[in-house]
């Protein structure tokens, strides 16, 4: 019997926690390294809906649909992970746009309902703006990205992994062509392979081995209540304001699913934020400013993953991504996979890093 894998996952976000829970849990001898607590640095700060909504080509809507089928088997497998499919009301584009959109995804599968301001009401009763027209998709729903990746982390140290929080990848190490480790502010740690999943810090790690990650990362601000009583059942993505209610009570809110852009002053910024959420809010008199958070979001430059090897450089493995709360099952599952077998799930196929070799332009998804 041949010796177990040692994989090394650099990053303890969403996305190398899924990735280092299925390693660990088809065998491999994992250790997870992130200069980070777990958690991870732009996990925290997400919005953390799932979906497979806006904008997005046929080919990126069906991996998106299959990662939510994996939160469903991911939850079963791991009951603690913290994940509510509460369901989205949409109308964040003009109506001639949300029936274009509707009519589209409908035809692909995806379970949206069309609404008017009665059927918006019945489903989000405490807004106290309402549309003539929105969309509800019953099967969209969010996991708590803290919770959710410290229950992967912990459920993989349970099978064996390690997790070196606090600890910072300076260097890949290479031998003859391959990546054989990682230098660490810990010292050096040897792997047959290693997984950048570091989100943001992604390419000046990649660097090291001479290989260019084109992402870009634009902040995001995100606006907490205090806990309060429950005003909202489901995530509202409306034309001013996407707002959700979390699993603890608190309401957050940004601009969009990412978070509102901070601008120079993001405490105003914040402020600002938090007022229009408590005036568009039936019995929000006494909701109040907790914190905000800005996020850093890792965004490839053609908007979609990159997930795979790196090409001419054997031994790693690469998986950065924006809405990493809903790709994490699919790409931890595709992932491991790939690592341990060799087999590249046909998914994955549009998502090498070696597209952008091809000059791709840019498209927009979420």
């Not at 001639?96 to 918006?120: M, N």
Request: net charge negative; hydrophobic share 45%.
């Amino acid at each position: 019997m041949s010796a177990a894998k040692q994989v090394i996952v650099v990053g303890a976000g969403i996305i190398g926690a899924s990735i280092a829970w299925h390693l660990a849990k088809a065998g491999a001898k994992v250790t997870v390294v992130a200069d980070s607590s777990a958690g991870g640095v732009a996990t925290p700060n997400s919005f953390a809906w799932i979906n497979a909504s806006w904008g997005n080509p046929e080919p990126y809507f069906r991996l998106r649909t299959r990662s939510m089928v994996e939160w469903t088997r991911l939850a079963q497998d791991l009951p603690g992970v913290p994940l509510a499919w509460c369901g989205g009301l949409c109308w964040d584009l003009p109506p001639a746009e949300l029936e274009a959109y509707a009519s589209r995804h409908s035809s692909w599968g995806y379970g949206i309902e069309r609404v008017d301001r009665a059927g918006a009401a019945r489903i989000e009763p405490n807004l106290a703006e309402l549309p003539e027209f929105a969309l509800h998709v019953p099967g969209e729903g969010v996991a708590e990205p803290v919770a959710a990746t410290q229950a992967l982390l912990a459920d993989a140290e349970r099978r064996g992994a390690r997790v070196m929080a606090g600890t910072a990848v300076t260097a890949l190490v290479q031998a003859n062509g391959r990546v054989s480790g990682v230098d660490t502010s810990g010292g050096r740690i040897a792997a047959d392979e290693v997984v950048i999943a570091a989100g943001a810090g992604a390419p000046a790690i990649a660097a090291t081995a001479g290989i260019d990650l084109p992402i870009k990362t634009p902040p995001g601000l995100i606006v907490h209540s205090r806990p309060y009583e429950k005003l909202l059942n489901g995530l509202v993505i409306g034309d001013r304001l996407h707002m959700r209610q979390t699993a603890e009570g608190r309401i957050i809110a940004g601009s969009d699913f990412g978070g509102a852009d901070p601008g120079m002053d993001a405490e105003a910024t914040a402020r600002e934020l938090f007022a229009a959420m408590k005036g568009v809010l039936r019995g929000a008199d006494g909701l109040e400013l907790d914190f905000h958070t800005v996020g850093y979001r890792p965004t490839p430059i053609d908007g979609f993953p990159i997930i795979g090897r790196a090409e001419g450089v054997s031994g790693l493995y690469v998986a950065v991504m924006h809405s990493g709360i809903t790709l994490a099952p699919a790409v931890g599952l595709f992932a491991t996979r790939e690592i341990l077998d060799g087999a590249r799930e046909p998914l994955l196929e549009p998502y090498g890093l070696g597209r952008f070799a091809q000059q791709l332009p840019s498209v927009y998804c979420v």
